[in-house]
Protein backbone atom coordinates (compact mmCIF):
# COMPACT_ATOMS: atom_id res chain seq x y z
CA UNK A 1 0.00 0.00 0.00
CA UNK A 2 1.35 3.06 -1.31
CA UNK A 3 -0.34 6.77 0.67
CA UNK A 4 0.06 9.94 -1.15
CA UNK A 5 -0.07 13.06 0.56
CA UNK A 6 -0.46 15.89 -0.94
CA UNK A 7 -0.05 19.78 0.22
CA UNK A 8 0.70 23.12 -1.32
CA UNK A 9 -3.08 24.23 -2.76
CA UNK A 10 -4.52 27.47 -1.73
CA UNK A 11 -6.18 30.69 -3.17
CA UNK A 12 -4.21 33.04 -5.43
CA UNK A 13 -4.69 36.02 -8.15
CA UNK A 14 -4.90 35.27 -11.72
CA UNK A 15 -0.91 35.73 -12.56
CA UNK A 16 0.29 34.67 -9.27
CA UNK A 17 2.10 31.41 -8.40
CA UNK A 18 1.80 28.01 -5.93
CA UNK A 19 4.23 24.96 -5.35
CA UNK A 20 2.10 21.79 -4.76
CA UNK A 21 4.62 18.97 -3.17
CA UNK A 22 3.23 14.91 -3.21
CA UNK A 23 5.20 12.93 -0.42
CA UNK A 24 4.93 8.97 -0.89
CA UNK A 25 4.92 6.38 1.18
CA UNK A 26 7.22 3.24 0.19
CA UNK A 27 10.58 2.65 -0.15
CA UNK A 28 11.24 1.97 -3.81
CA UNK A 29 9.56 5.63 -5.05
CA UNK A 30 12.62 5.77 -7.38
CA UNK A 31 10.47 3.20 -9.68
CA UNK A 32 7.37 5.08 -9.77
CA UNK A 33 6.04 6.90 -12.46
CA UNK A 34 4.38 10.22 -10.85
CA UNK A 35 1.91 12.68 -12.30
CA UNK A 36 -0.47 15.86 -11.18
CA UNK A 37 -3.61 15.79 -12.08
CA UNK A 38 -7.07 18.18 -12.01
CA UNK A 39 -10.13 18.05 -11.81
CA UNK A 40 -12.43 20.82 -12.00
CA UNK A 41 -15.90 21.23 -11.18
CA UNK A 42 -18.42 19.67 -13.21
CA UNK A 43 -15.65 18.35 -15.61
CA UNK A 44 -13.14 15.11 -16.01
CA UNK A 45 -10.31 14.73 -14.66
CA UNK A 46 -7.22 15.46 -16.67
CA UNK A 47 -3.46 14.82 -16.73
CA UNK A 48 -1.80 17.98 -15.85
CA UNK A 49 2.32 16.52 -15.83
CA UNK A 50 3.37 14.00 -15.83
CA UNK A 51 7.20 12.84 -14.66
CA UNK A 52 8.74 9.21 -15.45
CA UNK A 53 11.51 7.14 -12.77
CA UNK A 54 13.81 8.63 -15.34
CA UNK A 55 12.64 12.06 -15.13
CA UNK A 56 11.24 12.02 -18.51
CA UNK A 57 8.72 15.01 -18.13
CA UNK A 58 5.26 15.57 -20.16
CA UNK A 59 2.83 18.52 -20.09
CA UNK A 60 -0.74 19.28 -21.01
CA UNK A 61 -0.65 21.72 -23.82
CA UNK A 62 -2.63 24.06 -21.78
CA UNK A 63 0.04 24.61 -18.70
CA UNK A 64 3.24 24.35 -21.14
CA UNK A 65 5.54 26.96 -20.17
CA UNK A 66 3.72 27.64 -16.62
CA UNK A 67 3.98 24.19 -15.12
CA UNK A 68 6.99 22.53 -14.04
CA UNK A 69 6.96 18.78 -12.56
CA UNK A 70 9.71 17.67 -10.65
CA UNK A 71 10.69 15.00 -8.32
CA UNK A 72 13.28 14.30 -4.89
CA UNK A 73 13.93 10.61 -4.93
CA UNK A 74 16.07 11.00 -1.77
CA UNK A 75 12.55 12.81 -0.18
CA UNK A 76 10.01 10.51 -1.71
CA UNK A 77 8.58 13.99 -3.48
CA UNK A 78 7.06 15.19 -6.72
CA UNK A 79 6.46 19.12 -6.97
CA UNK A 80 4.32 20.66 -9.26
CA UNK A 81 5.20 24.43 -9.85
CA UNK A 82 2.95 26.63 -11.19
CA UNK A 83 3.19 30.10 -12.23
CA UNK A 84 1.56 32.41 -14.03
CA UNK A 85 -2.02 30.64 -12.99
CA UNK A 86 -5.15 31.64 -14.58
CA UNK A 87 -8.71 31.01 -13.03
CA UNK A 88 -9.16 28.07 -15.59
CA UNK A 89 -6.59 26.30 -13.70
CA UNK A 90 -9.06 26.07 -10.56
CA UNK A 91 -9.49 22.68 -9.51
CA UNK A 92 -8.53 19.89 -7.42
CA UNK A 93 -5.20 18.71 -7.99
CA UNK A 94 -4.07 15.50 -7.59
CA UNK A 95 -1.07 13.25 -6.85
CA UNK A 96 -1.17 9.23 -9.06
CA UNK A 97 1.76 7.40 -8.67
CA UNK A 98 1.98 4.18 -10.79
CA UNK A 99 4.09 1.69 -9.77
CA UNK A 100 5.68 -1.09 -11.84
CA UNK A 101 3.95 -4.63 -12.43
CA UNK A 102 0.52 -3.00 -10.66
CA UNK A 103 -2.25 -2.41 -12.82
CA UNK A 104 -4.05 -0.10 -11.20
CA UNK A 105 -2.78 3.47 -9.59
CA UNK A 106 -2.72 5.14 -6.07
CA UNK A 107 -4.16 8.66 -5.76
CA UNK A 108 -4.04 10.86 -2.80
CA UNK A 109 -6.39 12.70 -1.41
CA UNK A 110 -6.53 16.10 -4.02
CA UNK A 111 -5.62 19.84 -2.52
CA UNK A 112 -7.82 22.66 -3.66
CA UNK A 113 -6.11 25.46 -6.04
CA UNK A 114 -8.25 28.58 -6.50
CA UNK A 115 -6.83 31.20 -8.94
CA UNK A 116 -9.25 34.40 -8.59
CA UNK A 117 -9.55 37.20 -11.33
Known amino acids: QVQLVESGGGLVQVGGSLRLSCVAS????????MGWYRQASGKQRELVAG???????NYADSVKGRFSISRDNAKRAVYLEMNSLKADDTAVYYC???????????WGQGTQVTVSS
Open 96 to 106: KADLPFRPSPY
Open 26 to 33: GSTFYLYN
Open 51 to 57: ISSSGST
